[in-house]
């Protein structure tokens, strides 16, 4: 049963520390989706990744957040310095290219900063 | 830009009753649509989704929704819940890219949470 892993499940940091998120895409897709769910924003598309290729990232604050694909079995988002508003669920997804548009979500990083 | 209004934030139903929740989407050109639901604890699963072809979708657990393209909506509809479909249901749409192909990042509505009541 092929699945979406991410690391770790729940995270509890201090401001300014650096945080580092990591996904393991389903095995064969080649398009793997950082997202933020928050109560207020709801869910939000941070940054997208084509054959390890940034494609998107305007969803992202560029100042304190960075996205990786070292290669194609890993996907990382990095956070330096975190603040309290980072506090989130991260989801990770990956999907197919080829217009398939399905997308598969991984379990979710829960982020508190304090 | 792409947007998804869900009209409903909050919905209250007893064991039995019929369900359907609203879903629209602000976008001119070609869309994949889609249902997710999140159960208390756990990641996003599909429910159902619409590409092309017959407007009228079937999915999982008795889910089903209906496209209708002159009125930018895609509503969930189950004839009879369960207490086990308590959740947040998100409607989300994908705008087709045809210069590039692939899956563009989903566009989701604020979520839906729904509670049945045994």
């Known amino acids: 049963d092929a699945r979406v892993t991410q690391t770790p499940r729940h995270k509890v940091t201090e401001m300014g520390q650096e945080v580092t998120m990591r996904c393991q895409p389903i095995?064969?897709?080649?398009?793997v989706f950082w997202y933020r769910q928050t109560m207020m924003q709801g869910l939000e598309l941070l940054a997208y990744?084509?054959?390890?290729?940034?494609?998107?990232d305007s969803g992202m604050p560029k100042d304190r957040f960075s996205a990786e694909m070292p290669d194609a079995t890993l996907a990382t988002l990095k956070i330096q310095p975190s603040e309290p508003r980072d506090s989130a669920v991260y989801f990770c997804?990956?999907?197919?290219?080829?217009?398939?548009?399905?997308?598969?979500f991984g379990p979710g990083t829960r982020l508190t900063v304090l | 830009a792409q947007s998804v209004s869900q009209h409903n934030h909050h919905v209250i139903l007893s064991e039995a009753a019929s369900l359907e929740l609203g879903c629209n989407y602000s976008y001119g050109g070609t869309v994949n649509l889609f249902w997710y639901v999140q159960y208390p604890g756990q990641h996003l699963q599909l429910l159902l989704k619409?590409?092309?072809?017959?407007?009228l979708v079937k999915g999982i657990k008795g889910f089903e929704a209906e496209f209708i393209k002159s009125k930018f909506s895609f509503n969930l509809r189950k004839p009879s819940v369960q207490w086990s479909d308590t959740a947040e249901y998100f409607c989300?749409?994908?705008?087709?890219?045809?210069?590039?192909?692939?899956?563009?990042?989903?566009?989701f509505g604020k979520g839906t949470h729904l509670i049945i009541q045994p």
């Open positions: 997804a990956s999907g197919l290219g080829a217009g398939m548009g399905e997308q598969f």
């Open positions: 619409y590409f092309s072809g017959d407007p």
């Open positions: 095995l064969g897709h080649n398009t």
């Open positions: 989300a749409v994908n705008a087709r890219r045809y210069s590039g192909g692939g899956a563009d990042g989903l566009t």
């Open positions: 990744f084509r054959n390890r290729a940034p494609l998107d």
